[in-house]
């Protein structure tokens, strides 16, 4: 597993990574309006007051005492992903878990962008309190972003077979294997924000880096950096693009063969059950 090495970044460093991550999303047209919210995990120290200098408290979607201290940049509900490179302070928030882990101070600036943290935070928080526990690391970035063709694809009930998925997105293109060795999970259409997507996309996320949610968009997390979660969004959204275009051109294209893929994979030391 890549992992971030030290000297850690500082706070600055983490916001242009966030604002990197959303003006690409933005720019391959997968956060319209205020589509899309990103977060980051960082277990090191952060003195967030500079930046957001106004604080309050935030009742955490579930209690993580062993959370206590830890920091998470997050985006704000309706805050577009677009503005966040130019003006990170008024579209991100600081939230530093409170001892017993029930709530968290959260640093904003004043006049801000938004006035609670993204609606999709419950899914974000669980998938980084299980990331950290199942792997230690000190760094996880988790996008979701509504990406038009992926999207697309996943309102047709065959491509919400992760099987089928997968075997017909990977085929595009030799890098694919190689970013996404486990391919891509799926979890079926549940309400935005609810527990139950919540729960579904804890699931998901520990065996794939990338998660569809059905008829919605993509989630995407990262032990290295938020570009590098919406580096995969991007790939996925490319394969899937590739793949609407052989659907509306008669399906006549190969794509990698089986046998072409695991090739790739063996060449690059890629280990992968789907091919
Ligand atoms: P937020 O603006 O609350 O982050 O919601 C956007 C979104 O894409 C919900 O899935």
């Known amino acids: 597993m890549m992992t971030i090495q030290e000297p850690y970044p500082d706070l600055d460093e983490l916001l242009v990574d966030i604002g990197k991550a959303g003006h690409r999303l933005s720019q ?19 003195e967030p007051r500079h930046h957001f200098p106004k604080v309050e408290e935030l009742s955490l979607p579930v ?8 920091c998470f940049v997050v985006s704000g509900s309706g805050c577009r992903l677009r ?3 130019s003006d990170p302070t008024a579209n991100l928030g600081v939230a530093i878990v409170n001892p017993g882990g029930e709530t968290a ?11 609670r943290v993204t609606s999709e935070f419950n899914s974000h928080f669980a998938v980084h309190r299980d990331r950290i526990r199942l792997t230690g690391t000190d760094f996880h970035a988790i996008v979701h972003a509504q990406p038009m063709h992926i999207t697309y694809l996943s309102h047709i009930a065959l491509y919400r077979d992760p099987n089928y998925l997968n075997r017909h997105l990977l085929r595009w293109q030799p890098e694919l294997i190689v970013n996404l060795p486990q391919g891509l999970g799926v979890v079926p259409f549940l309400v935005p924000g609810s527990d139950a997507l919540m729960a579904a996309t804890l699931e998901q996320l520990r065996d794939h880096r ?12 990262s032990e290295e950096a938020t570009l590098r979660a919406s580096d995969r969004i991007e790939y996925v959204e490319t394969a899937a693009r590739y793949e609407y275009l052989n ?9 990698l063969s089986p046998e072409e893929i695991r090739t790739i994979a063996a060449a690059f030391g890629v280990e992968q059950n789907l091919f």
């Open 105 to 115: 101070m959260l640093y904003t600036r004043y006049r801000c962008a938004f006035e």
């Open 210 to 221: 990338v998660v569809v949610w059905s008829k919605h968009g993509v989630i995407a997390g």
């Open 83 to 85: 503005d966040i490179l």
């Open 63 to 70: 209690t993580a005492p062993e959370l206590a201290g830890a």
């Open 247 to 255: 659907l509306c051109a008669g399906g006549n294209a190969e794509g």
């Open 28 to 46: 391959i047209d997968a956060s319209e309006g205020s589509a899309g919210n990103i977060s980051v995990y960082a277990g090191w120290h952060i």
